[in-house]
């Protein structure tokens, strides 16, 4: 559709869409196209053919009732979720799946997504989740917000027919966010400890035409270690070492060396460090943060001290009070007092600006949400 069309049919359908009109700074060979059931087209893309002047100008009676049909309804959508009638909401959406240019407001299908999450109300939330996602399409992402919403209405339940449902309908269609939407979606479940969903999606990923990245796999990793299931971790590292198109990176390491410290499975900690380093990557802060402390956990002080003379030896590393004190702790533990007192010594002459802090750990925590 040449661009002109673009301006004038969204003048024929009203201007109370102010979010539409980023839409004419998009590229004219853009093209958003999805197989969602109820997706609403917003422009008719039939012949690329331009708008006629008279259907703006004669658009009357025909135009204004296409609007004020618009916003009744807006305001019925507003008003069953104000007296708690979701199911009615539900229903609202379902009939108008067909209807052309019928675009609700953003805030009004964001309050509805959030009000469908607090009553675990999983159609609704899938419903007005695909409906903000198709028209946030080329303007703007989600919020995080709608992704929490949708993973909330799911605590309470097994049931994943309608997530998969949705999720398989995103991994089909042409959307070219499609990938980050479906990892940002598994971030949301798992910041609310749905350790299952999480696996659930993981699995029919592989089945779908958008398969898992790495930063899938990274997500899924820290899902498993926060949630104690290391050989479930471990398993799955080990998947992705046969995947041809999935190159393990250091947040990968990082996530695994975490998670297993926190499991006290210190046996594996200084296994993964020596895998990843005989990889090629180069531990940072957190690499070596990580395998240090486990390593004085487990009472390899020897070897953790080496490590710790290593990290003060990199130009781009610098060891942090938690370290220091992690070792510290450890050496006494043992009986080495002797070095522990050069350690706390060595840690009261240091300046604050040659140690590490929280926003250096910020620096290296690479964020697995994009």
């Known amino acids: ?33 999805c197989s969602f059931s109820a997706m609403h087209s917003l422009i008719d893309t039939g012949g690329g053919e331009e708008v ?14 296409s609007i004020r049909r618009i916003d009744d309804y807006t305001s019925l959508v507003e008003k069953y979720r104000r007296d708690g009638n979701l199911s009615a909401a539900y229903d609202l959406l379902h009939s108008l799946q067909d209807k052309k240019n019928i675009c609700f407001p953003v805030s009004v299908l964001n309050n509805l997504l959030a009000a469908a999450g607090g009553e675990k109300d999983t ?63 598994i971030l949301a479940f798992a910041e609310s400890r749905q350790v299952d969903k999480v696996v659930k999606i993981l699995d029919k990923m592989k089945e779908w035409e958008c398969k898992p990245d790495v930063i899938t796999y990274n997500s899924v990793l820290d899902v498993l270690g926060r949630a104690g299931l290391v050989n479930e971790m471990l398993k799955l590292l080990s998947s992705m070492k046969e995947e041809s198109d999935v190159s393990l990176n250091i947040i990968t390491y990082n996530t695994v060396l975490n998670g297993t410290r926190r499991a006290c499975r210190f046996d594996m900690c200084l296994v993964l460090y020596q895998e990843m380093v005989g990889c090629g990557i180069e531990p940072d802060l957190l690499s070596y943060t990580a395998v240090i ?77 994009r």
């Open 52 to 65: 006629p002047k008279k259907t703006a100008e004669n658009s009357g009676s025909s135009g204004s009732n």
């Open 1 to 33: 559709m040449a661009k002109w069309s673009i301006v004038k049919r969204i003048t024929v359908f009203g201007g109370s869409f102010n979010s539409m009109k980023h839409m004419v700074l998009a590229p004219a060979e853009l093209s958003w196209t």
């Open 123 to 185: 159609k609704l939330s899938c419903r007005a989740f695909r409906l903000l996602l198709f028209q946030a399409a080329g303007t703007a992402p989600l919020s995080w917000d709608c992704y929490l919403n949708l993973a909330r209405a799911f605590i309470d339940t097994d049931d994943c027919f309608h997530l998969l449902d949705l999720l398989r309908e995103v991994s089909v269609s042409s959307l070219p966010c499609r990938l980050i939407v479906i990892n940002r979606t």
């Open 293 to 369: 402390d486990s390593l004085g956990r487990s009472g390899n002080t020897k070897e953790a001290l080496r490590l710790f003379d290593e990290m003060k030896e990199r130009e781009k590393i610098r060891p942090s009070v938690y370290v220091y004190r992690a070792l510290i702790d450890c050496l006494k533990k043992s009986g080495e007092f002797q070095r522990a007192l050069q350690l706390s010594d060595e840690l009261k002459n240091t300046s604050s600006l040659d140690l590490a802090g929280p926003l250096d750990f910020k620096r290296y925590l690479r964020p697995l949400r």
